[in-house]
């Protein structure tokens, strides 16, 4: 079994900042990638950020400069720093991940979420 457990979220007010932790879980031979999606009220899901295995990585343009994410391959743990926030962030964030497991080349796994909320 292969599980992604986030944790960090919360109320902040606008302008202050949280830190997204997702750490992977189970029998996974490799993870190809990482990254942070979130849904908003009435909003579909949308990505956030993504990291490679080989480091690369992509910001959706609303977030650049204000998020960063990062990745710890001993810990198969990926994080999300968010800083100068904003109302217009509050979503349920996820983690995603696709990992080498056994029969898989390439299995995507999910998290729960976690829930932002940004105050004005």
């Known amino acids: 079994q292969v599980q992604l457990v986030e944790s960090g979220g919360g109320l902040v007010q606008a302008g202050g900042s949280l830190r997204l932790s997702c750490a992977a879980s189970?029998?996974?031979?490799?993870?190809?990638?990482m990254g942070w999606y979130r849904q908003g009220p009435g909003k579909q899901r949308e990505l956030v950020a993504t990291?490679?295995?080989?480091?690369?990585?992509r910001y959706t343009d609303s977030v650049k400069g204000r998020l960063t994410i990062s990745r710890d391959n001993a810990k198969s743990t990926v994080y999300l720093q968010m800083n100068s926030l904003k109302p217009e962030d509050t979503a349920v964030y996820y983690c995603?991940?696709?990992?080498?497991?056994?029969?898989?080349?390439?299995?995507?796994?999910w998290g729960q979420g976690t829930l932002v909320t940004v105050s004005s």
């Open positions: 995603n991940a696709g990992v080498v497991a056994h029969g898989h080349s390439n299995l995507e796994v």
């Open positions: 189970g029998t996974i031979f490799r993870i190809n990638y």
């Open positions: 990291t490679t295995s080989g480091g690369s990585t």
